[in-house]
């Protein structure tokens, strides 16, 4: 009887806990008003389901009270108040503020500590209790970057050093040889070139193994024309030996671009066609190379040939060779041929200086017409420049966010054996404002300045068209200072479609015509991404600053950037 009885009663009870499960409220108080203080400045849910959700909560409370110093807090009891209340009492006893660790000196560098800590020996450092799990978890973290990471830290003999103040042993696991890659092997691209491994990702056998430093690096193939990387890389830890496995795929670098434009000319009011077409080559034989070759027709009978040669890291080494031969010729009046050879040192992805020589020889067609600025010469130069690339290829409409690029040439021009002295500079420079996911502002800066005591006709710089000031005819502009800035506002219809605007505003000088003038264009163009590849097309209206808008000034520019 007595046993049946005393059964009843504890289910009644579970039963009297279940009935109210949904309307029990906590209050947690200390010893003192002071204690109480503490408590709820740290903070903790009052509401509960169940009886298991107060003692949750408490246990937490508990814990963060730990991390504050007060190590010694107990709870002295949970009472029951009514149906709904439940009091817990603790009592927080004395807190400790800091805390001496003693450390292994063979395991840990004591300059690392100095991160963590302003108080370091030869035996312990000391630090704010409040801080433990951090600086142990910054610790291990930094002990796994160099190269042990299967490092593990602990506090072992955790005693009172005073009144305010604890002290402990710090161990580290047994675990600490420290591991270096031993080998790096791609997966999905075989013949991915391997002096890109070292010297462009800075990858090789025998570095330290890290991590998060070799995830950093590889993820700069995404920078890389020719190769993506399909997945993060992943590592095999075995007894005597550490490989790395990096997982790329050889993606669709070669390029065609072509347009096609037409304009009225002026003297003659018909319709005149100009174009170019422009191939880039880049990886083909898995080297990392670059070829480029491009041929332009333009309206007013000039003729361009330009031909060039990247060879990166050659035999495997940091130095990079560049070779350029470029023929322009004008109707019948001159013919210009540039020749360029330069070595290259690609610092890191994204920043390149390279140096070398540039030959210049031009020869006047009219060789039975007497004239002062159109002669034979030959130039040399000394060639430094500095490159700066950002590319975005998850972008197919705007594959390159940011480019910079600055040349500088230094020689003499000979012509009828005598010497001038001259310097060439040359800004090239880009960038795209992305405003949000579908405005964005771009900005191009083109500029040269051929610094001399006299010029030539065929020895001016030339510029006008669809890839320097829109509205007029391509290299229809002769100058010996130019400048152009083109900007536009695009607006993104979708990933495969954007709209902008077009206004273009240019200054130069012709000293040997002595001629200063400014130049504007405006218009708009679309670009489409299509089966062939970018197409874009371009509409501007060109003029001086002393001219007004003319229709018969309009350009339209169509060119097509294919993909292979």
């Known amino acids: 009887m007595n ?4 059964t009843i009663l504890i289910t009644l009870t579970l039963c009297s806990f279940n009935v109210f499960s949904q309307n029990l409220y906590l209050n947690i108080s200390g010893k003192s008003e002071m204690e109480t203080k503490v408590i709820d400045t740290l903070g903790y849910h009052q509401k509960h389901k169940n009886y298991i959700s107060i003692k949750t909560e408490i246990d937490s409370l508990r814990k963060r009270l730990n991390t504050m110093g007060y190590i010694e807090n107990q709870l002295i009891k949970i009472k029951r108040e009514n149906d709904s209340i439940f009091e817990a009492k603790l009592d927080l006893k004395q807190k400790f503020n800091s805390i001496y660790i003693y450390y292994p000196k063979k395991n840990i560098d004591a300059a690392l500590l100095n991160l963590i800590s302003e108080d370091v020996t030869d035996d312990y450092f000391n630090i704010n209790i409040s801080t433990i799990e951090n600086s142990l ?3 291990n973290s930094e002990i796994a970057n160099n190269g042990v990471p299967f490092s593990k830290l602990k506090l072992s003999n955790i005693k009172k050093k005073d009144s305010i103040s604890l002290k402990a042993d710090l161990i580290v696991s047994d675990n600490t040889t420290k591991r270096t890659i031993d080998a790096i092997k791609i997966i999905g691209y075989e013949k991915f070139p391997k002096s890109f491994l070292k010297h462009y990702l800075k990858l090789k056998a025998s570095q330290v193994f890290d991590l ?6 590889t993820e700069q193939l995404g920078n890389l024309r020719f190769a993506n990387q399909l997945k993060p890389p992943e590592v095999l830890f075995q007894e005597d030996s550490t490989s790395i496995y990096i997982y790329v795929e050889k993606s669709k670098s070669n390029t065609f671009d072509g347009f096609l434009g037409f304009g009225t000319n002026d003297d003659t009011n018909k319709l005149e066609f100009d174009g170019f077409l422009n191939l880039r080559l880049v990886n083909n034989l898995n080297y990392g190379e670059t070829f480029s070759l491009l041929y332009k027709s333009d309206e007013i009978d000039q003729d361009t040939f330009d031909a060039s040669l990247e060879l990166p890291y050659l035999f495997n080494s940091p130095i990079g060779v560049d070779a350029n031969l470029r023929i322009f010729k004008k109707d019948s009046s001159f013919t210009t041929v540039d020749q360029k050879a330069r070595i290259h040192y690609q610092i890191n992805a994204l920043h390149k200086i390279s140096a070398g020589a540039t030959t210049i020889e031009s020869n006047n067609l009219r060789s039975n017409v007497s004239t002062t600025t159109l002669q034979d010469y030959n130039s040399n130069y000394f060639t430094m420049s500095y490159t700066f690339l950002r590319p975005q290829f998850y972008d ?3 594959p390159v966010k940011t480019n910079f690029y600055l040349e500088t040439n230094f020689g003499n021009r000979t012509s009828s054996n005598t010497k001038t002295k001259q310097s060439l500079i040359t800004l090239k420079a880009f960038n795209n404002f992305k405003l949000n996911r579908k405005n964005s502002i771009y900005l191009n800066v083109d500029a040269s300045n051929l610094i001399s005591n006299n010029y030539f006709e065929n020895e001016l710089l030339r510029f006008g068209g669809i890839n320097s000031i829109r509205g007029f005819e391509e290299n229809s502009l002769f100058a010996s200072l130019f400048g152009v800035l083109n900007t536009e506002y695009r607006y993104r219809l979708s990933n495969s479609i954007y709209l902008h605007s077009i206004t273009d505003f240019a200054y130069f000088e012709n000293k040997t ?7 504007f264009g405006f218009g708009f163009g679309f670009g489409i991404i299509t089966n062939s590849g970018l197409l874009k097309f371009n509409y501007a209206n060109g003029k ?6 003319k229709l018969s000034n309009s ?10």
Not at 212 to 217: A, F, L, P, R, S
Not at 544 to 549: C, D, I, L, R, V
Not at 555 to 564: G, P, R, T
């Open 396 to 398: 197919i409409l705007f």
């Open 513 to 519: 015509s002595s001629l200063k003038e400014k130049l």
């Open 544 to 549: 001086n600053e002393n001219q007004t808008f």
């Open 137 to 139: 978890t910054f610790l």
């Open 212 to 217: 998060t430093t070799i995830e950093k690096k």
């Open 3 to 6: 046993k049946l009885h005393f």
């Open 555 to 564: 350009k339209i520019h169509i060119s097509l950037v294919a993909q292979f």
